[in-house]
């Protein structure tokens, strides 16, 4: 049976099995389930008690001070009420919870997160926008179309300036050491290669600014708009950088009204939730050959239009960048590095003697130039020094020319 408690904290139920237990039982009761001592209850069927402000005004109630009466001779009954004064403070039990999750499964912390783990589009992104050194976009297209047919993938890192309203303009493109297929771009990074060209654009006053790469022709009759592989790669890479704007940039061909092939740039920042979930391990990095390339594979469920699932749409992860060129200070004439043909110093005396009416300063401002004399000079000092010259358009002191015109003379 149930008898209601009505105290300073409201009315409450007690569950009492048998009707003829003692007060002193009833006692023992209250104290287990609505957490007051025995030793600070003090009982009575008149409502007055509730009135008594002193300990002393409470002992003037005494109908249920004798611990042997059976409550059932005092007329308590199933719905009954008892009212109880106490003093001090006590904790009231809450309602029993029951294990959450389907059929009582127990959820752990990391289930708790991913049901908060929704996944939603970022409508703007930390670029305003990407413009592109006409001459540098137009040499790095040309190769892959030309000469790699967009056959095979090409990647390359973008270095520039980013200002303070969030302007990327890239300048050059590094395209390091690498292996494509039709499919997958793999990046044979040499970081003593690459500290040369951070050197160059220390000088130059540059950075580096994104991830340039080529979709290849199999890839353009899919449906999507980069695929898993391509989402994780661009989204590592701009988690190694410390830079919000980073950019990466899509290259591919797309048939125009007169069905010709055009060559396409598409810029994207991987959104900041994306670059949250793959720093926190969510995404699975190894992918099945029959798995959906428009589809990206987490380790846990996330919530995405409200249905838990563990395969996300790639789309979401992107935050659409726009476009535009520029003329930067650079040209973008010299043979490229980590490309089909070996760069010598013959590659270096015929640039050089083809530019033999510009400025000795004009001569050099090339990336992809600095980049070779970088490898005969000191990455610490020298490199920087040279390259900060080509970015004032100074004169280039004569101990710089005399060793670059017998490097070349070498050849």
């Known amino acids: 049976m149930f008898i209601r408690i009505r105290s300073r904290d409201g009315l409450e139920r007690l569950q009492v099995d048998n009707p003829n237990i003692t007060i002193a039982q009833l006692r023992t009761l209250i104290e287990s389930q609505l957490r007051v001592p025995v030793h600070n209850q003090t009982l009575s069927t008149n409502q007055s008690l509730l009135l008594a402000k002193t300990q002393t005004e409470m002992s ?27 003093e001090g403070e006590r904790t009231i039990a809450g309602p029993k919870i029951a294990p ?11 289930d708790l997160i991913a049901k908060q783990m929704r996944i939603t589009r970022q409508e703007n992104p930390h670029c305003e926008l990407v413009s592109f050194d006409r001459d540098a976009a137009n040499g790095f297209q040309h190769y892959v179309n030309e000469t790699l047919a967009f056959a095979v993938k090409r990647g390359g890192f973008m270095y520039g300036t980013v200002s303070e309203e969030g302007k990327v303009e890239v300048d050059f493109i590094y395209e390091p050491p690498q292996q494509g297929t039709e499919d997958n771009l793999i990046l044979l990074r040499d970081p003593e290669e690459e500290r040369l060209v951070e050197a160059i654009a220390l000088g130059l006053g540059m950075r580096k600014v994104g991830f340039i790469f080529t979709q290849t022709i199999g890839q353009t009759k899919k ?42 740039f598409e810029a994207f920042q991987m959104s900041d939730l994306c670059v949250k979930l793959f720093k926190d391990g969510w995404f699975e990095t190894e992918i099945a050959a029959d798995a959906e390339p428009k589809l990206s594979k987490m380790k846990k469920d996330v919530v995405v239009g409200g249905k838990d ?12 960048v726009k476009i535009f060129d520029h003329q930067g200070p ?17 590659t270096l005396k015929n640039h050089l003697d083809r530019a033999k009416n510009f400025p000795f300063v004009k001569r050099i401002s090339d990336f992809h130039v600095l980049l070779l004399l970088a490898r005969f000079l000191d990455v610490n000092s020298d490199v920087p020094a040279l390259a900060g010259c080509v970015h004032a358009q100074a004169i280039v002191p004569e101990g710089y020319q005399i060793l670059i015109e017998s490097m070349a003379a070498s050849a």
């Open 330 to 346: 650079l040209s973008s004439t010299f043979p490229v590095e980590n490309r089909n043909n070996p760069i010598t110093m013959r």
């Open 60 to 86: 003037g109630f005494s109908d249920m001070s004798n611990a042997q009466t059976l409550i059932s001779t005092l007329g308590i009954a199933h719905g009954s009420i008892i009212y109880l004064a106490y």
């Open 223 to 264: 449906d999507y708009t980069l695929s898993n592989r391509e989402i994780l790669q661009a989204v590592e890479l701009q988690g190694e950088s410390d830079l919000k704007e980073w950019v990466t940039v899509m290259v591919k061909l797309e048939v125009n009204d007169d069905g010709g092939a055009d060559v396409h």
């Open 100 to 110: 959450a999750g389907s059929f009582g499964r127990k959820m752990t912390m990391d």
């Open 309 to 320: 699932t563990r395969e996300v749409d790639n789309d979401f992860f992107l935050v659409v």
